[in-house]
């Protein structure tokens, strides 16, 4: 870095306001699409591990195993079949990482139960599926929106790693950065991606009052 | 009627929950089981809406063995309230007790007016509609969970240690509204309690259980407080049995001496307000005291002995329906009345 260089130059943030919009913006949907796949997945998958336990253990070791391989060997190894720069290489990966996230959150939730609630709602005629998808599901939905918050901010972290294999979005500024030794995108990069996960992290617990009005005091506060 | 027909439960480790229990549980009463923890009772409870399969013998309802119908449309029609009301959390009190009318698939709007219905028949404001149940007392989601059981009209209502989880005094106020209740609707209710004393205030018929659910006496408790089977459920009854079995009696039988025959007892004057209703007793030489009146057409026995015990005059002060007093007895009038209507022996 050049002894005059500024930390922050401001000039040049002014002039790439609209890349920088675009970075992020394409960063939000890299990382929050996954998320929400993530959980479309894991709502099934976390149902069928509910009404047979069973499954649920090597299910659960395949995610971890999943989740504790480093990021970035994963997207090297896509690029021969998705090719270099392309989102599907980084949002494949981050759709498994918040699935094993996501999966454990959507179990442990649905065992949250109360055993009352679940006695009561099985000796008022629920069947297993019944009761399963119209009463612990719902009642999950604390539990769920807990897990969603980790898995999105970890996804919009993760995210940037892709600018490795081309398409890191946000990821990008630092590698720009650092290559040229200059600060300022670097700083932006981080400000933004911080500015990201707080908002993302607020809607979300915003969107838990509004869904699980009943779990604003307490989880499963009726017992 | 629900018919118990050598119904037995082994657990697949040995162990026997119950033995092999005959029973017959009246249409229109209440039934309340009752013994320590482990005696079986809630076992037998779950046999009738099929939450346990009994492994010998069978469950009759109204003739019928349970084991041949359809279990979640067999619960559909029984009642049921557990210790910790389990309500829905993600649901709203009026949703909440709609709940079986929703699973019988009664349209939205019907429904919840049933569960209007029910809300004001335990006894809830209608804005406890739109709560949801961490918002009420322990008291109030037990009577949510009365009126979910009864939203589509069950005439079978199963109920396992419904109030114990609830402190003493909203454990009477519940019980007083399950009679009140019991007296308008005539559900066939098969109640489980370890408490004797709830048993004997709310059972028709009280079956007292000893382990692996062997009937140790079954009675009405009248007869089960004067005349318990062996020393056991004596035991098991406690201390002063005589005495509460007082609180089984109506005092309807007191000789009640009129105020026109003089209002004065050793020495004390019964001092009535100007409309007549009682206030104090009043002695020359000693400070007032509260007058404690009893009505003798709906209270018990032991009221009205509890109200002479703590009369300075010894006199207990009758009352008419609007609180005005209509004469009095004294300690002898109701202890005459105790051995008018003596007590059933043996059993």
């Not at chain 1, 065992?111 to 629920?126: L, W």
């Not at chain 1, 600060?183 to 009052?209: F, K, M, S």
Request: proline content about 7%.
């Amino acid at each position: 870095m050049a002894d005059d260089e500024p930390l922050v130059r401001w000039k040049w943030i002014a002039d790439h306001l609209n890349y920088l919009a675009q970075l992020a913006l394409d960063h939000a949907v890299m990382a929050l699409v996954p998320v929400l796949i993530g959980l479309l997945l894991a709502v099934p998958l976390g149902l069928l591990c509910a009404r047979h336990p069973r499954l649920y253990q090597p299910v659960a070791v395949v995610f971890n195993t999943l989740y504790a391989l480093p990021a970035v060997a994963i997207f090297m190894l896509l690029v021969p079949y998705t090719g270099l720069g392309e989102a599907g290489t980084v949002m494949i990966p981050l759709t498994f990482y918040a699935l094993a996230l996501l999966l454990p959150t959507t179990v442990e939730g649905l065992r949250a139960t109360p055993e009352a609630v679940r006695q009561a709602a099985t000796a008022m005629g629920y069947g297993h599926w019944r009761r399963l998808v119209a009463v612990e599901l719902p009642s999950s939905v604390p539990y769920l929106m807990g897990g969603l918050r980790v898995a999105a901010v970890s996804s919009i972290s993760m995210a940037a790693v892709g600018a490795l294999v081309g398409r890191g979005a946000l990821g990008y500024l630092f590698i720009d950065g650092f290559q040229r030794t200059f600060t300022t995108p670097i700083l932006a990069g981080i400000v933004l991606i911080a500015a990201l996960a707080l908002l993302v992290d607020v809607a979300l617990v915003l969107a838990r009052r509004l869904l699980a009005p009943w779990a604003v005091r307490s989880q499963g506060a009726a017992q | 009627m629900i018919r118990f027909d050598g119904a037995a439960k082994r657990h697949p480790d040995g162990t026997v929950a119950v033995e092999g229990l005959d029973l017959d549980v009246p249409a229109g009463r209440i039934t309340v089981l009752v013994g320590p923890s482990g005696c079986g009772k809630t076992t037998l409870l779950r046999m009738v809406n099929r939450m346990v399969e009994p492994t010998g013998g069978r469950v009759l309802l109204d003739g019928t063995d349970v084991a041949e119908l359809d279990a979640a449309k067999l619960r559909r029609g029984i009642g049921y309230v557990i210790q910790q009301a389990g309500l829905f959390p993600h649901r709203k009190v009026i949703d909440n007790i709609a709940t079986v009318p929703y699973l019988l698939g009664w349209d939205k709007k019907k429904a919840r007016a049933r569960a209007a219905e029910l809300l004001d028949l335990v006894g809830l404001a209608p804005e406890t509609a739109k709560r949801y149940p961490f918002q009420l007392s322990g008291g109030q989601q037990q009577r949510v969970g009365v009126a979910r059981a009864l939203a589509a009209d069950p005439p079978v209502l199963l109920m396992d240690e419904p109030f114990s989880a609830v402190d003493p005094v909203v454990r009477a106020g519940l019980q007083e509204e399950l009679l009140r209740l019991q007296s308008e609707l005539n559900k066939t209710v098969l109640f489980v309690t370890h408490d004797i004393e709830e048993a004997v205030r709310l059972g028709d018929q009280v079956v007292v259980l000893r382990e692996h659910g062997r009937i140790a006496q079954q009675a009405d408790p009248h007869t089960l407080l004067t005349s318990p089977a062996d020393e056991d459920v004596a035991g098991f009854l406690g201390r002063d049995r005589g005495l509460r079995g007082l609180g089984l009696r109506p005092a309807t039988g007191i000789a009640i001496r009129p105020l026109a025959d003089g209002t004065e007892h050793g020495g004390w004057e019964l001092a009535l307000d100007p409309a007549g209703r009682p206030v104090e007793w009043r002695h020359p030489a000693h400070p007032a005291r509260p007058a404690i009146g009893f009505h003798p057409g709906t209270d018990t026995l032991r009221t009205a002995l509890d109200a002479a015990v703590l009369s300075p005059a010894g006199a207990a002060v009758a009352l008419d329906a609007r609180g005005l007093a209509t004469g009095t007895a004294d300690r002898a009038d109701v202890l005459a009345a105790l051995t008018e209507h003596p007590v059933a022996t043996g059993g």
